[in-house]
């Protein structure tokens, strides 16, 4: 684990200096929309890396995306996090209704599911070597998708507004849920109960924690609403002047 941690730091290093060259550099907004969109493909290459080779060379890429179905079909957040990346930096009003949404959807999901797959990386807990490059792809894979999400609150998309996030963040958790269900269903129609089962899409079939049966998404999102909504009380506090916080606003 110590060097799944020095590699993670390091990546966080390699993240916190593209931010600074950034702010440092980049004023308009034409350039900050070209680095969205960069970077967005370049997390999305970069997670299909090992079958675009495979494609490439002639090796089993069918095979390799029938054990990989995250490939197929955005079974996890961090997934769904990565498309909605790439959905946002194409996004023409970024300030629109539907684009606060992404906002908020990616930075405060985004920041949770990237910094779990970092540091919390089930490949590299399976198999813990970074000799591999499923290892160094799937950990780094989160680190680009977490200077994606990043970069947000860099470019001033991101605002603290407690009745605007929470209810973005309850709108997601649906919308997770929704994924979530629909890959699951895809699964268990087209291949078998089975497969469905281990693909657990969202969590919503078992809980992913061993002697945690309870802990499946619907528990996982009751505990999560009230601990975002004291995260967003805090940031009001911390960012906001007596006198413009939520409670002092008019509903």
Known sequence: ?????????????????????????????????????????????????????????????????????????????????????????????????????????????????????????????QNPTLADYENVKSIAAHATLLFNVLLLPLFGYVKIDVKRNITNIILSIFLMAVIGGYCNLVFHALVSEAAAYDVNSMFLIHSPFEGLDFLTYPVISLIAIPIYFVVFILCDLCFHKKGARFYDRKM
């Open 1 to 125: 684990m110590d060097r799944l941690i020095l590699f993670n730091f390091l990546l966080i290093v390699l993240i916190a200096l593209g931010l600074w060259l950034i702010k440092k550099y980049v004023r308009k907004e034409s350039t900050q929309n070209s680095i969205l969109i960069a970077a967005a493909v370049f997390t999305i290459l970069f997670h299909y890396s090992s079958f675009l080779f495979k494609l490439a060379s002639g090796g089993n890429a069918i095979e390799y995306l029938r054990v990989t179905p995250n490939l197929i079909l955005p079974i996890y957040p961090c997934n769904v996090v990565m498309w909605s990346a790439l959905i946002f930096a194409f996004f023409k009003n970024k300030r629109s209704r539907v684009g606060t949404f992404l906002t908020d959807y990616l930075f405060w999901f985004g920041i949770i599911s990237t910094l779990v797959g970092m540091f919390a990386n089930v490949d590299f807990i």
